[in-house]
């Protein structure tokens, strides 16, 4: 619903090229199931506005929203979610610890889903401080920070350990 | 129908995929700072599939689907047919809560052609963030991944099982759906409902249509587990075997009887179809059972199919079991001969064995696959596949293009390697 990063006519060829180009060349092979982890000890927290009244959600509430299969927080009100970049740390490991899946796996749901006509992937933002000004200024958003970033304008709902 | 052309057209697919992938963003180039979301936004996106297959049978070609020209065996012993294609989509915000979508997919066809084909092209109003509302050229909801079956990024293996997924070659539906997200508890599900009709894109003078097709899916899904349920039901058209129809009713009322049997002339067809996946990460199993029956020569037929594998770094190692087999005999007695002049009665034979020839078309076959998916990046994936398939009881299973030296209920072999992306 909000995206906040324009797709720009080189971007799809730069990504059509890379997808022909790079991917064949295996230079990174392995990476693509073998995302870069959070050192175990940094936390993420789960983070809806000071003003939105969602107190606290399960991860699997958590994950039905971010993979499109819930549209409302549990008390009706419709959620917005922010993802962070593609390829970034804070999001390999959010999915892999909330949804079980890899960035391999993320991508291929949002295929099955994009190609059908049933959803389009969330919204990406550059990182956590950007997450979190989008979050507090936004009583529907709901996005996933390390737990460094996390100051009193959001509220965190779930800590994903 | 059944001769292979040689020296086929070198489709160039990277060239059409840019065409594709161009063609739209040329068009809105003034739009592209906008933001998403935001009427006159849009965005392309896009999959394909490169892939290579060798079958060791010589007497009919393997491939994916009825609506092909030829595949891997006897039109050639490798086939960059069977898998390859390329589809690009173009997604569009209208207004608030319009949105539309036009989807593109080149792919061999009947007339060997890679010729793109407008896959779906559709209005969507979003009446609430759960129900929507569309109106056009819609994917039909089949089978567990029947609505994405062309998108080979999005599934473990090299293709569906084609002994399910053979028995719709048609993806698509002109008409209305609705599409309703409900849940209950932890259990997240999709209903849709659709209604339309689809005119079959075969060589004339050939023809091929399904009428007042209505399809009801759900999808449960509750955390890794997933479960869907697909009815659908058309009233099938084709003149396909037409000749032979013409030859029975020549014979009187009881070749009038047959026709009428065995025609597909206005003739009700459902399909049932149950799948589940499991799918906790590290490993899956997926699992389809379903039911396809028509009063016409293609009979009823079960498929099922079982599938699991594990993913070990980059590398998804899996297997699958499949098959599909027709209720009841596939045989027909035909015509009776007796008291009939040897002259005669040589041509009511021949009529006989002409319908038990088409009634052969019901699909018999098992098939045992092993392969390995590699995630070579985020959006592309390789995969190495082989099968080991068989016809069984008389029928060509899934083959097209069968020769005179075609024999039933002996396995062959299929190498495939595929190379899948989406941007």
């Known amino acids: 619903m909000l995206q906040f990063q324009p797709m720009h006519l080189h971007r799809h060829l730069q990504r059509l090229c890379a997808a022909l180009a790079c991917g064949l060349a295996i230079g990174n092979a392995g990476a693509a199931a073998s995302p870069v982890r959070l050192p175990p000890a940094s936390d993420l927290v789960v983070v809806v506005s000071a003003r939105n009244p969602v107190t606290a959600l399960r991860a699997d509430q958590v994950a039905a929203i971010f993979l499109g299969q819930a549209m409302r927080f549990p008390d009706g009100v419709e959620a917005a979610p922010l993802d962070q970049r593609i390829g970034s740390p804070v999001r390999d ?36 401080a950007a997450v979190r000004r989008k979050v507090a200024e936004d009583p529907n958003a709901i996005g996933y920070i390390e737990r460094s970033a996390l100051d009193a304008s959001v509220r965190a709902v779930l800590v994903v350990p | 129908m059944l001769q292979s052309i040689p020296g086929r057209q070198a489709a160039c697919p990277l060239l059409l995929m840019l065409a594709l992938a161009l063609g739209p963003a040329a068009a809105h180039a003034r739009d592209v700072d906008a933001e998403s979301g935001k009427p006159g936004s849009w965005s392309v996106s896009g999959f394909g599939t490169l892939g290579l297959t060798h079958a060791s049978l010589r007497q009919a070609d393997y491939t994916t689907s ?69 109106v056009g050229r819609i994917a039909l909801p089949m089978f567990l991944t029947a609505d994405y079956r062309k998108v080979g990024y999005a599934y473990p293996w090299v ?48 023809y091929a249509y399904g009428r007042g097709l209505a399809a009801l899916s759900n999808t449960s899904a509750w955390g890794d587990l997933s479960v869907r349920i697909n009815m659908m039901r058309a009233e099938i058209t084709t003149n396909a075997g037409s000749q032979l129809f013409d030859a029975l009713t020549a014979f009187g009322a009881p ?21 589940m ?47 599909v087999r027709a209720a009841g005999s596939t045989a027909e007695n035909g015509l009776p001969l007796d008291g009939l002049p040897p002259a005669l009665a040589a041509q009511v034979a021949a009529v006989n064995g002409g319908l038990n020839n088409l009634l052969a078309t019901a699909t018999q076959q098992t098939s045992a696959a092993a392969g390995v998916r590699w995630d070579l990046r985020t959006g592309m994936a390789l995969k190495l596949q082989y099968d080991r398939v068989k016809p069984i009881d008389g029928s060509r299973g899934t083959l097209i293009n069968p020769t005179p030296a075609f024999r039933s209920d002996r396995a062959f072999h299929v190498a495939s390697v595929a190379l899948d992306f989406v941007y």
């Open chain 1, 93 to 128: 490991t959010f999915y892999l610890r909330v949804a079980n899946k890899n960035p391999a796996l993320l991508k291929a749901h949002w295929s099955k889903m994009v190609f059908t006509g049933r959803g389009q992937p969330p919204g990406e933002l550059e990182d956590s």
């Open chain 2, 66 to 134: 009825v609506l092909k020209k030829s595949g891997a065996g006897a039109s050639h012993p490798w086939s960059v047919d069977v898998d390859s294609r390329f589809g690009a989509q173009l997604d569009l915000t209208l207004a608030r809560r319009w949105s539309a979508v036009v989807q593109v997919v080149s792919e061999q066809r009947l007339d060997n052609t890679y010729r793109p084909q407008v896959e779906w092209a559709n209005i969507k109003y979003q009446l609430t963030p759960e129900l929507a509302l569309r």
């Open chain 2, 159 to 206: 293709r569906p099982p084609v002994e399910g997924y053979g028995a719709l070659p048609i993806s698509s539906s002109d008409g209305i759906d609705a599409t309703l997200h409900w849940g209950i508890g932890r259990v997240h599900n999709v209903t849709q409902a659709v209604y339309g009709h689809e005119d079959v894109d075969v060589a004339a003078p050939l």
């Open chain 2, 255 to 275: 070749g009038q009887a047959l026709a009428r049997r065995y025609a597909i002339d206005h003739k009700e067809a459902d399909m049932l179809n149950i799948g």
């Open chain 2, 277 to 323: 996946s499991y799918d906790p990460g590290r490993w899956f199993v997926m699992a389809e059972a379903g039911r396809t029956r028509t009063r016409s020569l293609l009979g009823t037929t079960h498929n099922a199919y079982i599938s699991g594998g594990w993913r070990w770094r980059a590398l998804t190692p899996y297997a699958t079991w499949s098959r």
